[in-house]
Structures are given as C-alpha cells and as structure tokens.
C-alpha cells in the first residue's frame, strides 16, 4: 500500500523567507502526486498536482513543486511566504489503479511571523 | 457553479447513537468520496461511490456506510457512535471513476464536524 511522509509537523518562517514542505511517497511507480492547503474550518483546496507531465509543477498563490523520481519526493517550496500562507499543507497520493481514492500524508502546519 | 455542499456543518451526538451526513457534490460530477479527518489519524479513505455503487472502500468498520443517489448526493451514516469517531468528515467530488492511467481532479466540501459526547 501506498504511504507518504511529510516531514516536519510544524514549520515557522519569516514572512519574505523561503518556504520548503517536505513530502516523500513509497511507490516504486510514480503515482500522481498532490499538495492540498487547508485553512482553519475550511475543506481541502488543491494547490498543485503531478500528472506524469513537467517534473516542476506551478500551482496557484505562488507555489511549486518538483517531482524527483531518483529520491521519490514532492517537496512543496514558495520563494516568498506571505501572512495569508499560515495554513496546514496535505501532500497526497493516488496510485493509477486505485481510481479516485487519495492517500495522505500526516500534515505540516505552516506558521508565518511577521 | 456551486461547490461541494456538506450539510450538516456541525453535529453533536452522544454515544451509541447514529448519524447520517449528506453531502451534494458539483454539478455534473457522478463520482462521490467521503473522508475521515482526525487528530491522531490524519485524513483517512472511507469509500467512494460511482453512479450509485460502492467502487472503492478503506479500512473502516462496518459501522461506517454509505450510500449514493441517482442524483449523485451521498450521504454516509455511522451507526452505534463511539467516541473515537469524533472527527471532521469530508466529502469530494470528481467528474467520473479514473480509469486505470488516469486521474479525476477532486474537488472537496467545508466538511462536517462531528463531535461525540
């Protein structure tokens, strides 16, 4: 079965400073790979997804990933965090067969100080 | 378009009893998953629904169930509640089943938060 670790549960920047979220698959077939932000009583919105197409993927509020097959991680990175980045980060996995079903990680919450 | 609705947004249930969460997904979406959002467990697959049958089931009791209508809403009901199932519920729609080799963008509600007393 699938699992994904994120690591780092909590992770605090400076607001400017660089942001770098952790995520790592078991698969030894890339599956497709998604980071997810949740805001405090609020569902799941997809930031950004790896479909087998370009390995640095462009997501939305600035962030992008790279899918390093060679160390099968998916680490979620923004050059320039902002106050309204303080959320927690879900880095999730769908295997190709397994249809719509998502495995994912543990979370990491993301705190911003001014 | 209307997202993914979940109603109720909060619910308060003592143990033993039962629940029932409805969830209505996007226009034109047929396919229905629901998750389980908890402290301790993270976010775990309960089941997903496809025009109107279970296509894929996690690793839950059969205390948790569901339910998918031709319309496409679902609602999942949890029977003789314990307080380990207090948790915040999440229902997701996508256009269609991913076949094998391809992926259906999931699109998620607010959840509902259940708290079991």
């Known amino acids: 079965a699938q699992s994904v670790t994120q690591l780092g549960s909590h992770v605090s920047v400076s607001e400017g400073a660089l942001v770098l979220l952790r995520c790592n698959y078991s698969s030894s077939v890339p599956p497709y790979l998604f980071w997810y932000v949740q805001y405090p009583n609020q569902g799941l919105q997809l930031l950004l997804k790896y479909t087998s197409a370009a390995t640095l993927v462009k997501g939305i509020n600035g962030f992008e990933a790279e899918f390093k097959k060679s160390e099968t991680s998916f680490h979620l990175t923004k050059p320039s965090a902002h106050m309204s980045d303080a959320a927690e980060y879900f880095c999730a996995v769908s295997d190709h067969n397994a249809g719509n079903m998502l495995t994912f990680g543990g979370g990491t919450r993301l705190m911003v100080k001014p | 378009k209307a997202g993914v609705t979940q109603t109720p947004r909060y619910l308060i249930k003592t143990r033993g009893q039962q629940v029932t969460l409805s969830c209505s997904p996007i226009s034109g979406h047929r396919s229905v998953s629901w998750y389980q959002q908890t402290p301790g467990q993270g976010l775990q697959f309960l089941f997903e629904?496809?025009?109107?049958?279970?296509?894929n089931k996690g690793n839950f009791p059969g205390r948790f169930s569901g339910r998918q209508f031709s319309n496409s809403r679902s609602e999942m009901n949890v029977s003789t509640l314990e307080l380990g199932d207090s948790a915040l519920y999440l229902c997701?729609?996508?256009?269609?089943?991913?076949?094998?080799?391809?992926?259906?963008?999931?699109?998620f509600g607010p959840g509902t938060r259940l708290t079991v007393l």
């Open positions: 997701a729609s996508s256009l269609g089943q991913a076949g094998v080799g391809s992926y259906n963008e999931q699109f």
């Open positions: 629904y496809f025009s109107e049958t279970q296509r």
